[in-house]
């Protein structure tokens, strides 16, 4: 079973910097597509960014594109998301996700993703 456990999330102001981590219980991590996800009440989740087993190849949400940076730690067995010049419109619950063996790499699809964690708010006030 495929266990992630999102960390890192608060509050900052617009303009700040917060980083988000997501340590997998999972034997597998190293061969899976890792991707990160956000969702707004009343609003569908909406893809950030992914990233290659091997960190060969990254996509990223039009929205976040040029501000935030996914990153993986095989060795860890941990995914990251650096998020810069913070606005207000990022405020949501951030998910960490993870794909099945084989499944199309990098994407922003949620469809793409079966193991989800229990997600962390990030709240940027203006």
């Known amino acids: 079973q495929v266990q992630l456990v999102e960390s890192g999330g608060g509050s900052v102001q617009a303009g700040g910097s917060l980083s988000l981590s997501c340590l997998a219980s999972?034997?597998?991590?190293?061969?899976?597509?890792m991707g990160w996800f956000r969702q707004v009440p009343g609003k569908e989740r909406e893809g950030v960014a992914s990233?290659?087993?091997?960190?060969?190849?990254?996509a990223y949400g039009n929205s976040v594109l040029g501000r935030f940076t996914i990153s993986r730690d095989n060795a860890r067995n941990t995914l990251y998301l650096q998020m810069n010049s913070l606005k207000p419109e990022d405020t949501a619950v951030y998910y960490c996700?993870?794909?099945?063996?084989?499944?199309?790499?990098?994407?922003?699809?949620?469809?793409?993703?079966?193991?989800w964690g229990q997600g962390t708010q990030v709240t940027v006030s203006s």
């Open positions: 990233i290659t087993p091997s960190s060969s190849s990254t």
């Open positions: 996700a993870a794909g099945r063996l084989g499944v199309v790499c990098p994407s922003v699809r949620n469809t793409q993703f079966t193991y």
């Open positions: 999972d034997y597998g991590y190293s061969s899976r597509c």
